[in-house]
């Protein structure tokens, strides 16, 4: 059984990519009226404001706000008018970066989290699928529009660190579905980990 503690906000206050890296190994939870939802960072994204990339590579705007506010506070905008994307704000309240958030090993409430996603057929097989890229997370949880700009340190949408917690490897590779700064290895995963989204090759070192 899972024991977790607290994630102090000082966690979130330094740069992305950084975070980016820390956050792997660590917990995601949602509390909702059907139960709570846990599941285990394994994939995660990092953009900035320096970055051609990042939503806030132009300034602020109405969609990107929740970027440049302080380190910790969600950032959830809609993709392609179809799926939900999870962020977390990184660093001091004034520079626009954030974490995606892009894959998740499921570990309590995966009965809701099937529910969520329509999940129908053979369950093994499935549950690899529940949370393997940021939309099917999103929906998996339940996350929405509504949740973009909760305190994500102590709301009932939380980071949280697991009891004995040691830092898993980490694997630094390009960023998945964008057209500028193709190349930049701001994208971490935890290698050979099967729930981690993306070709296989880029599940492996």
Not at 135 to 155: E, P
Request: proline fraction near 8%.
């Amino acid at each position: 059984m899972y024991r977790f503690r607290p994630t102090k906000p000082a966690f979130f206050l330094r740069d992305a990519q950084e975070l980016g890296r820390d956050l792997l190994g660590r917990v995601l939870l949602h509390e909702t009226p059907s139960g709570t939802l846990s599941a285990i960072i394994v994939e995660t994204e990092a953009y900035d404001e320096t970055d051609p990339a990042s939503h806030s590579c132009h300034g602020r705007t109405d969609r990107n706000q929740m970027m440049f506010e302080a380190g910790g506070h969600a950032y959830i905008y809609r993709s392609y008018g179809m799926h939900w994307c999870l962020n977390v704000a990184a660093g001091k309240p004034g520079f626009g970066s954030a974490v995606l958030i892009r894959a998740l090993k499921p570990i309590a409430g995966l009965e809701h989290m099937r529910k969520n996603r329509q999940v129908k057929s053979n369950k093994l097989v499935c549950d690899l699928e529940l949370c393997r890229g940021p939309g099917r997370l999103c929906q998996a949880l339940g996350l929405s529009g509504t949740q973009n700009g909760v305190d994500m340190i102590t709301g009932t949408l939380r980071f949280v660190t697991p009891t004995g917690f040691r830092k898993p490897p980490v694997l630094a590779t390009p960023r998945i579905g964008i057209s500028k700064a193709i190349d930049t290895p701001w994208r971490f995963c935890i290698p050979y980990e099967p729930y981690v989204s993306g070709p296989k090759r880029l599940r492996e070192p």
